[in-house]
């Protein structure tokens, strides 16, 4: 699935229309993306909702909420979950029997959902604010929001995921994670090399920025 899906972003077909009044126009056509069913993923959904929510905003805060996420994202870690590149002894177990159209069903239902916002702990807000608007200069961490965004929305055509409103238990779990190397499902090692340089303390700063993100 994974080339399937994904080999899927290169045909991502991008027209330039240049109108009189010399306003640029970037029309975007999604017709090579594997279309998703919003009313069978809900179905699907069925099995995840003790977990994820019934609206797709988790209540434990070791559950990240997938409500608002971006689908082609979505869909990329569950087939990360079933190939290993993520280790979680629940998600492992639920996405092992999950087909292609399955995934993609699932994201679109969760991607359609609005998500939860949270606020942040006043005494993290300004450490986290100045790593996720500045990163971390001496220590070459590049600024959080040149991927993830002003406002935590991420991007969906360079697979950046929404982070906004995450609870920051689940954000601090999965950056030690990608730290230790467990999680890769980042290409390029891009997650992996930042929260490397992270310390704990700025670890837990920044995911709270992030749940206070609106
Ligand atoms: C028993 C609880 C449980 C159930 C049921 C469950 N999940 Fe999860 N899910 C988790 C946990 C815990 C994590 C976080 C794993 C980690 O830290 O890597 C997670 C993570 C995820 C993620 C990654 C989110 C992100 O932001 O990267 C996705 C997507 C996901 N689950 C989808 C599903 C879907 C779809 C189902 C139903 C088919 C499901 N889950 C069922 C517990 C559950
Ligand atoms: C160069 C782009 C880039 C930068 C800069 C970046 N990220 Fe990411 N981030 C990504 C990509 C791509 C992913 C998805 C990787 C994957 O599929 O596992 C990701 C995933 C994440 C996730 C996992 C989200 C989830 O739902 O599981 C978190 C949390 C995160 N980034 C936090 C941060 C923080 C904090 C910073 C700043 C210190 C940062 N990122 C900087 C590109 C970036």
Redesign the pocket.
């Known amino acids: 699935m994974a080339n399937k899906l994904f080999s899927s972003i290169k045909f991502l077909f991008y027209g330039l229309l240049v109108c009189s009044s010399q306003w640029l126009f970037l029309l975007y056509s999604d017709i090579a993306f594997p279309q998703g069913s919003i009313e069978n993923g809900k179905t699907?959904?069925a099995?995840?909702v003790?977990?994820?929510g019934v609206d797709g905003n988790s209540i434990n805060p070791?559950?990240?909420s997938?409500a608002g996420?971006h689908p082609l994202y979505?869909a990329k870690?569950?087939k990360s979950?079933q190939d290993g590149q993520?280790?979680?002894i629940?998600?492992n177990a639920?996405a092992i029997s999950?087909t292609e159209q399955d995934m993609i069903d699932?994201a679109a239902y969760?991607g359609s959902l609005p998500n939860i916002q949270r606020g942040a702990d006043p005494e993290l807000v300004d450490l986290g604010q100045k790593i996720y608007r500045g990163g971390i200069f001496e220590k070459n961490v590049p600024a959080c929001i040149a991927c993830h965004g002003p406002s935590g929305k991420g991007n969906p055509f360079s697979l950046y995921?929404k982070v906004k409103g995450?609870h920051s238990i689940?954000t601090i779990?999965?950056l030690n994670?990608y730290a230790i190397g467990t999680?890769y499902s980042d290409s390029n090692e891009v997650m992996r090399t930042i929260a490397k340089l992270l310390s704990q303390e700025e670890i837990e700063a920044v995911a709270s920025y992030i749940q206070g993100l609106k």
Request: proline share 6%.
């Open positions: 699907k959904a099995v995840c003790a977990c994820h070791e559950w990240p997938l996420q979505t870690q569950l979950f993520r280790q979680n629940l998600m639920f999950l699932l969760y995921p995450q689940y779990n999965t994670a999680r």
